[in-house]
């Protein structure tokens, strides 16, 4: 047998080793990503493990599919009828080919996990976000305060923080032993959903204060969203809440009617007669509520 033909024997048997091997791996992370959000039993750790790690392990899965995909597609003609014994340019077409294949799935699912998933990542993230809480020292099912209820268990700092959405609170309580477990999220700096094409892509790029109240501290926040894409962009309107926590004590009875805490966003637009339309967004009723009481025409020009 030629040199050629005991490296193509060689080069086939890496090939397919190879192929398992790489496919084996991309089967392994998943499997182990998966196991180990399974063996997290603290809902709020599930959050955030999912939150940081799923699209980082998806895509060295398939990164490593891709690979074995690659190799593969080098086996192409290696069955001895078609006597490829002899390396000649069908060699590096095929190893392009290989390549090229490799390339595509990596790419493609890049592009899946990096547009397309985040919608069904944010699902799954609600779901572990508003899984009803018990409380390991007494075994009881704690309840999810809503947004006035909570501010009462919210230092100044912590009120700040979700004024300008930069940081969101949920506050669980055990009502027959009065304990609070508060857990800390990212608000508005992670990614939104983008009206134009749906996926959850739009980020802030920007922040300005539009107006300022007599002493000087923010009033209205002005923040700017570009979606990474379809690079649609649009700005939105926060209004800063002056209240304190005391404002918010007689609230308890009527906030337990309803639970809003699971509504993604609400949008309010608002046409002028001299102005047009313009458009505001709220990730909650209760700041919709705000903006809507302290809302006027003349102070606020569309």
């Given at each position: 047998?030629?040199?050629?033909?005991?490296?193509?024997?060689?080069?086939?048997?890496?090939?397919?080793?190879?192929g398992?091997?790489?496919c084996?791996?991309?089967?392994?992370?998943f499997l182990?990503?998966?196991?180990?959000?399974?063996?997290?039993?603290?809902?709020?750790?599930?959050?955030?493990?999912i939150?940081?790690?799923?699209?980082?392990?998806?895509?060295?899965?398939?990164?490593?599919?891709?690979?074995?995909?690659?190799?593969f597609?080098?086996l192409?003609?290696?069955?001895?009828?078609?006597?490829?014994?002899?390396?000649?340019?069908?060699?590096?077409?095929?190893?392009?080919?290989?390549?090229?294949?490799?390339?595509?799935?990596?790419?493609?699912?890049?592009?899946?996990?990096?547009?397309?998933?985040?919608?069904?990542?944010?699902?799954?993230?609600?779901?572990?976000?508003?899984?009803?809480r018990?409380?390991?020292?007494?075994?009881?099912?704690?309840?999810?305060?809503?947004?006035?209820?909570?501010?009462?268990?919210?230092?100044?700092?912590?009120?700040?923080?979700?004024?300008?959405?930069?940081?969101?609170?949920?506050?669980?309580?055990?009502?027959?032993?009065?304990e609070v477990k508060?857990e800390?999220?990212?608000?508005?700096?992670?990614?939104?959903?983008?009206?134009?094409?749906?996926?959850?892509?739009?980020?802030v790029?920007?922040?300005?204060?539009?107006?300022?109240?007599?002493?000087?501290?923010?009033?209205?926040?002005?923040?700017?969203?570009?979606c990474?894409?379809?690079?649609?962009?649009?700005?939105?309107?926060?209004?800063?809440?002056?209240?304190?926590?005391d404002?918010?004590?007689?609230?308890?009875?009527?906030?337990?009617?309803?639970?809003?805490?699971?509504?993604?966003?609400?949008?309010?637009?608002?046409h002028?007669?001299?102005?047009?339309?313009?458009?505001?967004?709220?990730?909650?009723?209760?700041?919709?509520?705000?903006?809507?009481?302290?809302?006027?025409?003349?102070?606020?020009?569309?």
């Amino acid at each position: 047998m030629s040199d050629s033909g005991t490296f193509l024997q060689v080069w086939y048997v890496a090939m397919i080793i190879g192929g398992i091997l790489a496919c084996s791996v991309g089967v392994i992370i998943f499997l182990v990503h998966n196991f180990r959000v399974s063996v997290i039993k603290d809902f709020k750790e599930k959050y955030d493990y999912i939150n940081l790690n799923e699209i980082k392990w998806y895509k060295l899965a398939f990164t490593a599919i891709g690979v074995g995909v690659g190799l593969f597609i080098n086996l192409y003609g290696s069955d001895p009828a078609n006597r490829l014994n002899t390396i000649g340019v069908w060699f590096f077409v095929r190893l392009f080919f290989g390549i090229a294949g490799a390339t595509l799935v990596a790419y493609v699912s890049g592009l899946i996990l990096e547009f397309y998933y985040p919608t069904r990542l944010n699902e799954k993230l609600k779901k572990w976000r508003y899984m009803p809480r018990i409380n390991p020292k007494t075994g009881n099912k704690m309840r999810l305060l809503s947004e006035e209820e909570e501010d009462v268990h919210l230092d100044l700092g912590r009120q700040a923080e979700e004024n300008i959405f930069s940081v969101d609170y949920d506050v669980w309580i055990d009502e027959k032993t009065n304990e609070v477990k508060i857990e800390k999220y990212q608000g508005h700096l992670t990614a939104l959903r983008c009206n134009n094409c749906g996926f959850y892509t739009m980020r802030v790029v920007k922040e300005e204060v539009a107006q300022v109240n007599e002493d000087g501290s923010p009033k209205e926040i002005l923040k700017h969203y570009r979606c990474s894409y379809c690079k649609n962009v649009r700005a939105t309107a926060f209004i800063v809440s002056r209240k304190e926590s005391d404002d918010y004590k007689e609230l308890k009875e009527m906030s337990k009617q309803r639970n809003t805490k699971n509504v993604d966003m609400i949008r309010i637009e608002i046409h002028s007669i001299l102005s047009g339309k313009k458009f505001y967004e709220f990730p909650s009723v209760e700041q919709a509520k705000k903006f809507l009481e302290n809302f006027d025409s003349d102070k606020n020009p569309q």
